[in-house]
């Protein structure tokens, strides 16, 4: 009953935030959305019993990924006059890309119901062992090879991103802290007895 | 009789109406100490530079904190012309929530808990992650400059501390092979080297020379999470006014205040659960054995405010002797000292759960 209802609320606020996050007009606030409804999704898991997957989906979507997100948002200069002029001439396109990924979740769906995909494919039965454990034991042994491999792709990206954004700008003033360090006493200046009358040049602290 | 009280508790409402109270007590009890700890944190400002500090209001300034309240309470709640209204409400809001709920899985003393989750460090970790989006959205609502550069240093700030931060606790779940923060406390039960910043036993005293570092590590990064000094860049006066919170007043400047508040002394009750032993005074506790349950948790209790008053204070102190970073160097403190020595302490507390010694 209890469950019920918070299933409900939780699908109902999901689906309204990500309907939200297209047809918000400040792009902004589709953003504050679209981290409402990962939040809901989350809520969703740990309804499932599914309470590591949800927090992974706090801490990676909402806790870093939507906050890059707002971050680049945030700096555009957004004209909305320009942006609903758009909206008129994408809509084909949007419709039909819509309207495709409609059709194959309707087709997985239904596929799964008759039990096609997901039979056979029994879930761990999570008696003893806690989800964290399940899932790890799961990861590291049966998908080492793909998991992995995942970690490559990312490494890959990572490598890709720090290659396009990394300019060395050969007359910017830079902080060597190693060299900071290093410095000593008498590199920094010296301590002459000048005579009276005589005063002291450049050449004499050498 | 006593049968029939266990069995009205065990219904759903007696649960429900258990979780709430519990909830009311934890919620209201961090408001009352939080009053006293801004205090203290003021005192030892002070005390650090030779001051008295407040000291007017109620004996010795114990009021001050209460005066304050009823101050910005008060006052007029000013939003400025620019501003997105509804997103600049929510951002305290919002701060002050989150600051809150991450309290539902502290422990603080056996079984002392609202809720005892078995992801309790991903939680504390996911919601303490969240807190960046108060400040983000207070900053772009303000509709201002100022607080908006505030908002985009403490963005990146907080994003980079996250990571050494979430690898620093990747050690500990190693060390103790549970994310509940009850295992992980009662895994350091016993004399003081069995706490995680010793290395969690006597039979892994050579992770002493990873873990110590460590748990000053999380503290550093535990100021720089929680935009404290040395490293409030997101509020510096000097550069900003008061970064993101210089369009808030009264009531909503309170909650953002008491939000940062609140997760400081989060951050406190972090370090202690997960380093220094939680609620273990550092030697065992035989003599509470035939004690009754109520009155040892008490005296449990008291060791873990202990501890995290002790945090608290070491924080409090920092901030009255450590100059302020500059920006450039806090991320290079971040990026390239903190993150890669947390990666090579995972690898090697996992190379010695694997080959080392006894757990």
Redesign the interface.
């Known amino acids: 009953m ?1 469950q019920a209802i918070a299933f409900y609320l939780l699908a109902t606020v999901s689906v309204v935030s990500a309907l939200l996050v297209v047809t918000a007009k ?1 792009p ?2 589709s953003v ?1 959305w679209l ?1 409402t409804t990962f939040f809901s999704a989350a809520g969703l898991f740990v309804m499932l019993g599914a ?2 997957l949800a ?2 989906l ?2 990676v979507y ?3 990924v939507a ?2 997100f ?2 680049v948002v ?2 555009l200069d957004v004209d909305f006059v320009q942006l609903r002029e758009g909206y008129a001439k994408y809509f084909p396109l949007a419709a039909i890309v819509g309207l495709i990924l409609l059709a194959e979740m309707i087709v997985v769906a239904v596929a799964a119901a008759q039990g096609g995909a997901a039979r056979g494919a029994e879930l761990i039965p999570a008696t003893d062992v ?1 989800n ?1 454990e399940a899932i790890g034991r799961v990861l590291y042994t049966e998908y080492v090879y793909i998991f992995q491999a995942a970690g490559l792709v990312l490494l890959v990206a990572m490598i890709g991103a720090i290659v396009l954004t990394l300019r060395y700008k050969p007359n910017i003033k830079r ?1 060597d ?1 190693g060299r900071q360090v290093n410095r000593r006493q008498s590199d920094a200046y010296a301590n002459v007895q000048a005579e009276s009358g005589k005063g002291v040049t450049l050449e004499d602290l050498k | 009789m006593e049968a029939t009280t266990t069995s009205f508790w065990s219904t759903p409402v007696g649960w429900t109406l258990m979780t709430a109270g519990g909830i009311l007590l934890v919620t209201v009890g961090i408001l009352i100490s939080l009053a006293f700890l801004l205090l203290a944190d003021r005192k030892i400002w002070a005390g650090v530079q030779m001051r008295k500090g407040p000291n007017v209001v109620g004996p010795f300034g114990l009021l001050q904190s209460f005066a304050d309240f009823f101050k910005f309470v008060l006052k007029e709640i000013v939003v400025p012309a620019g501003a997105d209204k509804i997103v600049f409400l929510l951002a305290p809001l919002l701060t002050f929530v989150l600051a809150f709920i991450a309290w539902a899985v502290i422990p603080f003393a056996p079984g002392w808990v609202v809720s005892d989750l078995n992801v309790g460090v991903l939680y504390l970790f996911a919601v303490s992650s969240l807190g960046v989006y108060g400040i983000i959205m207070g900053g772009w609502a303000s509709n201002s400059k100022y607080p908006f550069l505030g908002s985009l240093r403490s963005a990146a700030q907080m994003v980079s501390y996250e990571v050494s931060l979430g690898l620093i606790i990747v050690t500990v779940i190693l060390l103790a092979g549970s994310m509940n923060l009850t295992t992980i406390v009662d895994n350091q039960a016993g004399w003081i080297w069995n706490w995680h910043a010793f290395g969690g036993g006597l039979g892994n005293l050579p992770l002493l020379i990873i873990m110590f570092p460590m748990s000053i590590v999380f503290f550093v990064s535990a100021l720089a999470e929680t935009n404290r000094p040395p490293f409030d860049l997101p509020e510096a006066e000097s550069e900003l006014v008061a970064g993101y919170q210089v369009e808030y007043s009264s009531t909503p400047y309170l909650l953002f205040m008491i939000g940062e508040y609140a997760n400081i002394v989060l951050m406190c009750a972090m370090i202690t659960l997960l380093f220094f032993g939680g609620w273990n005074p550092g030697f065992p506790t035989p003599f509470l054995d035939g004690a009754p349950q109520f009155l040892a948790n008490l005296f449990y209790l008291g060791v873990f405010l202990f501890k995290t008053v002790f945090w608290f204070a070491m924080i409090a102190m920092v901030k009255a002797f450590v100059p302020r970073y500059r920006y450039d160097q806090l991320m290079r403190l971040g990026w390239k000292v903190f993150l890669p020595y947390s990666l090579v302490a995972v690898v090697l507390v996992a190379a010695w759960r694997v080959f080392g010694g006894a757990i």
Do not use: K, P
Request: zero cysteines; proline letters at 0%.
């Open positions: 209890i400040n902004v606030h504050l981290i309470e590591f927090m992974l706090v801490v909402v806790g870093a906050v890059l707002l971050f945030m700096m806690s964290v902080q802290i």
